[in-house]
């Protein structure tokens, strides 16, 4: 399939780092059109050798600039200049290549998202109910529920929603497309999967970065924002959702509203955290009260999981990095007549740094002594994949590029769960809960300890 793909905010790092480097990969793979094409949209008066020259002193990966030369296309437009975009569609419409698929990029900042939208609907790059034509953005969308909603409205104004892709990039990471495989292509979990064999779930997501050059972003933001309103509750949904009736990409969003429609939080387990040296990063202001750790206990009201608690852990500048999903399941009936030290089973889906799956066992240690011990089922999903892991990106551009919308967030997905986090803080500013300046994370895990009797 002969695909456009025009990304607005080409010269920015999000497109140097992640997009470019997906594309290549794509296209030397074969998995997209030989004849695919780049339009890189931006301001600067570049050429397309300049530009080009320029992106590879950003990008942290090696780019190949000559192979890219075949593809790529620089296109000088003002954003809020609408015969600009006139010019991008005549460009486009007299373009060598009839493209049988259009997708049109946004990598910018929620500041310039709705300018670029409507001069991209104005101007009829995209119409509305042309399924050939799409449009994509990233996250944020929206910073609370009431901006979310305006910012839906002005997209359905020019665009169907089968035509808008939301970007969670976690959701095209492999561990995260392999939950649902797991949990329903495995008997021995699917028959588990309730509150009565499982205890709690964990889901953590832990950084060792601060906030880098994202600060006027991120103190508008919060980790609330940036990463339990999206990759967190993302996470928890496909862990908490029922079976769908197809594995097609609306039944499980379906699945997946059910569970933010059940959601609640305990408001007397949160704990919110500022690292030391936030208010000294540039562009802070001296006196923010944005959080860059948080945690909190939640719970899904079904019946499936009714009771089970949801342990949610986020932060920068914490002790390693890491992102897991923990599923810790009940003590067995006969536990108690053992007189030995047996622990409960865990099931790990682990996201990053490295993907796999690991199971822990209770299992009797060899000799003669009747001793149990802890051993470990582990899979390595990256080191099996012997250099060949596909980058988030390369999944999400090739499900773009093919219309499929699974990994992508539909709007009452979005509605939901800003729904839920703005009760949340809301209920957060009511009760004055204290922001924790830490140092040393492991007064942030003695103080949750303290309030759970979980370990993280």
Known sequence: MKTLITIFGSTGDLTSRKLLPAIEKLL???????DTKVIAIGRRDFQTDDYLDYITKTAKTSLDIEYLKRHVEYFKLEVNELSDYQNLKNYIDNHEITFERKIFYLAVGPDLLKEIAINIGVSELVTKGDLSSSITFEKPFGQDLASA??????????????????????LGKEMIQNILTVRFANKIFENSWHNHAIKSVKIIAKETETILSRALYYDTAGAMKDMIQSHLLQMLALIAMEVPKSYQSEDIKDEKVKVFKKLRYDIDSVVLGQYEGYLDEPHINKDSKTETFVFLKAFCDTPRFKGVPFYLLTGKALEEKESVIIIEFEETPEQHKWDLPLKTNKLYIKIAPLDGISLTLNSKVPGLRNAVEQVDLDYCIACNAVGNMPEAYEKLFLDMAFGHKSLFTRWDEIELSWKFIDELRKEIKDSNTKLVQYKNHHDLYQTIKA??????
């Open 451 to 456: 309030l759970t009797g979980e370990d993280f």
């Open 149 to 170: 909603k305006e910012i839906n409205q002005m997209l359905w104004r020019y665009y169907d929603e089968k035509q808008l892709y939301r970007i969670d990039h976690y």
């Open 28 to 34: 030397k793979d074969h998995l997209l059109d030989e």
